[in-house]
């Protein structure tokens, strides 16, 4: 084939053929077909590998091929497509001699797969180490309450009656437990108003925790959009890890004795401070105070005072009602001892007061009412009733359904995905912190527990899932190697 290509160059008139570039001899010679180029590659690409002494190499860039006739003339793009259709092993021998053995390719797949475990390990690494904090520092919350609407309206009365028979033509249904954000609640003042109305009371007592902030604002609105319709009674829920009481009736924030483990004399003093102000005293939830926690065993709150205790100490009444927990026991007390017990040795006779309270913190059922005869519906009449313990109650253990359905929280959509994964890590342990003290620590100590199976299981899942994108990895590759394959032919033909 080298000696036609001198011939067609050594004929008389073949100026124009010798005078053309070597892009226009590779228009010539590319048309030759497979087993000729095969043939023409044998007999150049070994005289090509080596530079000619008495004149230019095949890499030199200074060559003249328009001048030329030699073979060597053929351009890089020629050589370019024989570099292509000859495999690796066939144009570098050098290569082939030094392919490694089976146990060196073993090993180095081992390496590499080495390799992308550990970049795996320390990316999910990471990964827990950037979402665990986050998920702690942020308070996700599911639903968005900001826009939601209080469109329904229970009326209790068509189908409850007042435990006490005489209260049947009450005209006041109280709640007399409530939280709102101003504490640890999810409805701002003025959405509580709109949800206590929707719920079927006409008034209600606001007692954030440790502060009275959220029944002023709560009254302020509640005066100006429902004058002589609905009252709000400020209020704060003495709360620190012994015991929950709701001081009502107050316009300012009782602090004495208030601290994360008060003593009796602690109490005494805040209970004392109370009724200085004018305000009165309910004891809250006492079978949820003293209900055990799961796995630390112990009360929910520390060294709860009894009720003969409080009773002692001047205690005006309990909340016998909270949520859908009726506290039985303390009732029956307090019906055996309501004519004959004594708030303090100073004061008259006096009955107990009877209270029930929602306690809600998020929008839900409503299961008691406490039922009043008030000769006007005014913060003070209210207070009137309440103080001389004429009062009964409403009580439904299923609790209504009117109620409406919150939005879910755009924020949470965004960070769910993040706080899931965060909480799949935090699975390993389980930290138990027992009951918030609403002083900024906790009542008990923590308990920590590191569950070992779940961690060598994950580690399992792990291995196993490395090993199935391995073989992915491989079957995709052989895929795409044969895909290319096939294409190539195509091409040729």
């Known amino acids: 084939m080298t000696a036609r290509i001198h011939e067609e160059n050594d004929k008389p008139g073949s100026s124009e053929v010798s005078a053309r570039s070597c892009q226009d001899q590779h228009r010539i010679v590319s048309p030759i077909a497979d087993e000729q180029h095969r043939a023409l590659e044998d007999a150049i690409i070994p005289y090509w590998s080596t530079p000619d002494i008495s004149g230019p190499g095949i890499h030199d860039a ?14 890089s793009r020629f050589l370019d497509n024989v570099k292509r259709w000859k495999s690796d092993e066939e144009y570098h021998p050098e ?33 827990a ?34 435990v006490d028979p005489d209260y049947s033509d009450f005209n006041v249904l109280l709640d007399g437990h409530a939280h709102t954000t101003l504490s640890d609640g999810r409805l701002t003042p003025e959405q509580l108003v709109e949800y206590s109305i929707a719920q079927g009371f006409n008034a209600i007592i606001v007692t954030d925790h ?19 319709r609905f009252i709000v009674i400020p209020g704060m829920e003495y709360s620190n890890c012994r015991i929950h009481m709701n001081f009502i009736n107050l316009n300012t924030t009782v602090t004495v004795g208030n601290k994360e483990f008060p003593s009796d004399d602690n109490i005494k003093q805040a209970i ?65 001892q309501r004519t004959t017990t004594h708030r303090t040795t100073a004061d008259p006779p006096a009955p107990l007061i009877i ?69 799949y890590f935090e699975s ?8 918030y003290s609403f002083h900024g620590t906790h009542c008990q100590r923590d308990i920590v527990d590191v569950h070992g199976r779940s961690i060598g299981c994950f580690v399992v899942y792990f291995i196993a899932a490395a090993v199935l994108f391995e073989l992915l990895y491989k079957l995709l590759g052989y895929m795409w190697l044969l895909a290319r394959r096939l294409c190539s032919r195509r091409t040729r033909h």
């Open 272 to 336: 004392a401070k109370v009724h200085e102000l004018g305000g009165l005293v309910i004891v809250n939830h006492i079978p949820w105070s003293n209900h055990s926690l799961d796995r630390i065993r112990v009360p929910r709150l520390v060294n709860h005072p009894s009720v003969q205790s409080l009773v002692d100490w001047g205690v005006d009444g309990f909340e016998i009602a909270n949520q859908a927990t009726f506290d039985l026991p303390t009732y029956q007390y307090m019906m055996s």
């Open 428 to 435: 390993f342990v389980d930290r138990y912190q027992g009951q």
């Open 129 to 162: 180490v950037l979402v665990i904090p986050i998920h702690n520092l942020i308070e996700l919350r599911t639903f968005d309450f900001a826009a939601m609407k209080f469109d329904w309206k229970t009326n209790p009365h068509d189908h409850l009656v007042p």
């Open 95 to 127: 290569e082939a001699k030094s392919t490694p053995s089976g146990r060196q390719r073993i090993c180095n797949y081992a390496l590499l797969v080495g390799k992308r475990v550990g970049v795996m390990t320390v990316f999910i690494a990471a990964l």
């Open 210 to 228: 440790n502060t009275v902030a959220g029944g002023l604002r709560a009254e302020t609105y509640a005066k100006s959009k429902y004058p002589g």
């Open 355 to 423: 209270m029930t309270g929602s306690d809600v913190h998020t929008p839900g059922s409503a299961y008691a009412w406490t039922v009043l005869k008030a000769p006007n519906l005014t913060r003070y009449s209210i207070v009137q009733e309440i103080r001389h313990a004429r009062t009964s109650f409403l009580f439904d253990p299923t609790g209504n359904h009117a109620n409406g359905r919150p939005n879910y929280s755009a924020r949470y959509l965004a960070l769910a995905p993040l706080s899931e994964l965060a909480q």
């Open 62 to 75: 200074n060559m003249d091929c328009s001048s030329s006739s030699h073979a060597r003339c053929l351009p």
